[in-house]
């Protein structure tokens, strides 16, 4: 309360306005002084500028100010007050003001200078009026003009989406697929792909610095693709996703803040609730190459994943290798998944190859839990049983298993981790009819060849496949039973 006394006596104003704006009980102490309200309003009009400023962004902190302060920054004629009195307004609930304040975004957006302060103040208002409205959401055209689409893999599995893209022309690329499509709606269903990417052409190999890469953006057209794909002339709010392999988060702020420049009239930038993502992509050591991602453009294909738990597949990986499987599976099937999890791989499995029984077993109770809601919501019968696989008998056999092995940053116990392959191949002769087969994820390779060699009586290793993880490496077994 010593501040506030002081600043109502004019001693010392301007330093000890700072002071209490700095102090982590401000906003306590002005609640219990509505009087010092009155104070500051009558600083919004003193000589000295950064009174002014300090004062505004304090009186944000009091209920029913939005006027004063709208007021005050009509009337306010320095540049660098005025990203304060809209830092005050965004302490309120501004829906009542969106008309009044989109008129001020729309006057800095056609401002002939784009100044630094202006800059200031669009980064204020830009969030302030996308959570105080409802944002019309963007919508693509169900038919446009073609345009190229990367549809990303998993590393080296590109040829797993070929069958998908027959019917367009495509080939691949270091990343996935490269397809030309006039819908992107047709190609959301397609359950092999992780992420869905539009090429600025012209905007790749970029050096990563500021000057290449908005080289890049010069080239690249992106208004022209925008009105390739939507009836829409309004602003797009954007962000920049930084997806090298060192972040570069200084770079990321001034390109974003460059974008902007380049396109002030269609691009406004913000980092919640933005229409699309302008993703900046390390392909190659130090050189990046630019994507647009449209982030309202929502595939329902893994809708049903309404649970998961630690270390659960993510569905594009267990559709990979359902594919990968797919020549090998029986349809109408008795299907076995031993350590199921939430369900991800053995509901894609049906997916693919309907089966005529599907059992999932966990000796993890939540796991088991959220594998029944999820299958729950995929529409697909699957019998779950909480209990230990290695202790799990049944009395008719399957014609397959698949599943996703524990491994050791799982259990954190190789001992452990190595008396449970042992015991789980041992059994597996009693689990598959003859001739069926094990489909088998995982990334402890050393284990799964001891085992195949001891059990060669029974088990034959068919086909395996590499899966890159990050820096780890996992592997996709294919077996059958003799």
């Not at 989109?102 to 200031?120: D, F, G, R, V």
């Not at 988060?249 to 396109?263: D, G, H, M, W």
Request: a positive charge; glycine letters at 4%; one cysteine or more.
């Amino acid at each position: 309360m010593d501040l506030i006394n002081s600043i109502k006596k004019n001693e010392h104003i301007r330093e000890s306005l700072i002071r209490l704006k700095s102090l982590e009980q401000c906003d306590s102490l002005l609640q219990k002084d509505q009087q010092f309200k009155q104070t500051l309003i009558e600083f919004l009009s003193h000589e000295d500028p950064k009174i002014r400023k300090n004062s505004a962004i304090l009186l944000g902190k009091y209920d029913d100010t939005v006027d004063i302060l709208l007021d005050a920054y009509d009337k306010e004629k320095t540049e660098y007050v005025k990203e304060a009195y809209l830092a005050g307004i965004s302490c309120h609930n501004c829906r009542s003001y969106m008309n009044r304040l989109k008129e001020i975004q729309n006057k800095l957006i056609h401002a002939s200078e784009m100044t630094k302060h202006i800059q200031a103040q669009l980064k204020i208002l830009n969030p302030l009026i996308l959570k105080n409205q409802v944002h019309k959401r963007k919508i693509i055209k169900l038919k446009h003009e073609p345009v190229d689409v990367v549809l990303t893999s998993l590393p080296y599995y590109q040829f797993v989406l070929f069958e998908s893209v027959l019917h367009l022309k495509y080939k691949p690329v270091t990343q996935g697929v490269l397809v030309r499509s006039d819908s992107l709606y047709d190609l959301l269903n397609i359950r092999t792909y992780r992420d869905m990417l539009i090429p600025l052409s012209g905007a790749t190999g970029l050096n990563i610095d500021l000057e290449s890469i908005m080289a890049g953006f010069q080239r690249c057209h992106l208004e022209d693709i925008l009105d390739k794909l939507y009836d829409d002339q309004s602003i797009f709010y954007f962000r920049v996703a930084d997806e090298t392999r060192e972040k570069h988060p200084t770079l990321i702020k001034k390109v974003s803040q460059a974008i902007f420049e380049l396109y002030p009239q269609r691009l406004l930038n913000t980092t919640d609730g933005y229409d699309i993502e302008i993703v900046l992509k390390e392909m190659k050591k130090d050189k990046v190459n630019a994507y647009l991602r449209l982030t309202h453009l929502k595939s329902s294909r893994f809708e049903y994943r309404r649970e998961i738990i630690s270390n659960s597949m993510q569905p594009y990986i267990a559709a990979t290798l359902v594919q990968l499987a797919k020549p090998y599976m029986k349809n109408h099937g008795k299907v076995l998944d031993p350590f199921v999890g939430c369900g991800t791989l053995l509901i894609e499995r049906n997916y693919v190859v309907p089966a005529k029984f599907a059992m999932g077993i966990d000796v993890f109770g939540k796991g088991i839990e959220a594998a029944r809601k999820n299958s729950k919501a995929a529409g697909q019968n699957i019998y779950f049983v909480h209990k230990d696989a290695l202790r799990f008998v049944n009395n008719e056999m399957f014609d397959e298993i698949i599943t996703d092995m524990p491994t050791l940053p799982q259990m954190n116990d190789y001992q452990q981790l190595q008396e449970l392959y042992d015991r789980f191949f041992e059994r597996i002769h009693r689990l598959v009819k003859p001739k069926g087969y094990v489909f088998l994820y995982t990334s402890e390779i050393s284990l799964v060849r001891k085992n195949l060699r001891l059990q060669e009586g029974y088990l034959t290793l068919v086909e395996h496949y590499e899966i890159p993880r990050g820096k780890n490496m996992f592997y996709f077994f294919i077996m059958q039973l003799k």
